[in-house]
């Protein structure tokens, strides 16, 4: 039973650039949310995709975006990237939004 | 106030102790709730979840809820060296949005 993927492992962006993070969620979930976990903290909620929709925001500017698939897979797109965007981007599934499930992240440098 | 506040710590604890960690939040509204562990380097694993007042076992593992005081606590018995991490509350609120405490960081010396 595959956990939850995310792609990719590391990424090293400049500022202004925009980058696009994708995430396969455990097998049977069928939710999908995006966290940010800045050095020494604890992950900010960015969103959450339910039925191909967003269905609850944190409190992130408009720079990030996100997509849900049919098959339940998501994209995370940040525009305009900026030093403080350089994070440990998580992906977390579940199933009805209820118990959640880390992915791996993916390491995002913006220089 | 933080909307889920823990001591960040460290907390150092002897291997074969009690670690007790605990966290408080702010939304009366919230139900659901859970403990993570996360290894430095790494993403967090779910050890716990609790819903209800009271305590829930699952093997070293008993997560404490207190609803009225807005408290959540984990005690980790006979820790173990393979424990030292950090561990992050969580707490759903009424709506979608799941809040992450900053983490306890425990060390477990042998």
């Known amino acids: 039973d595959a956990g939850v993927t995310q792609s990719p492992t590391h990424l090293i962006k400049t500022r202004g650039q925009q980058v696009t993070l994708r995430c396969s969620p455990k097998?049977?979930?069928?939710?999908v949310s995006w966290y940010q976990q800045a050095l020494g903290q604890g992950p900010q909620f960015i969103f959450q995709y339910y039925e191909e929709e967003e269905r609850q925001r944190g409190n992130f500017p408009d720079r990030f975006s996100g997509h849900q698939f049919p098959n339940y897979s998501s994209e995370l797109n940040v525009n305009a990237l900026w030093l403080g965007d350089s994070a440990l981007y998580l992906c977390?599934?579940?199933?009805?939004?209820?118990?959640?499930?880390f992915g791996p992240g993916t390491r995002l440098t913006v220089l | 106030q933080k909307e889920v506040e823990q001591n960040s710590g460290p907390l150092s604890v002897p291997e074969g102790a009690i670690a007790s960690l605990n966290c408080t939040y702010s939304?009366?509204?919230?139900?659901?709730f859970f403990w993570y562990r996360q290894y430095s380097g790494k993403s967090p694993e779910l050890i716990m979840s609790i819903y209800s007042n009271g305590d829930k076992e699952d093997g070293r593992f008993t997560a404490q809820l207190n609803k009225a005081s807005q408290y959540v606590s984990l005690l980790i018995r006979d820790s173990q060296p393979s424990d030292s991490a950090t561990y992050l509350c969580a707490v759903l609120t009424g709506g979608f949005k799941t809040i992450f405490g900053a983490g306890t960081r425990l060390f477990v010396k042998a």
């Open positions: 977390a599934s579940s199933l009805a939004g209820a118990k959640q499930f």
């Open positions: 939304d009366r509204g919230s139900q659901s």
């Open positions: 097998s049977g979930h069928d939710t």
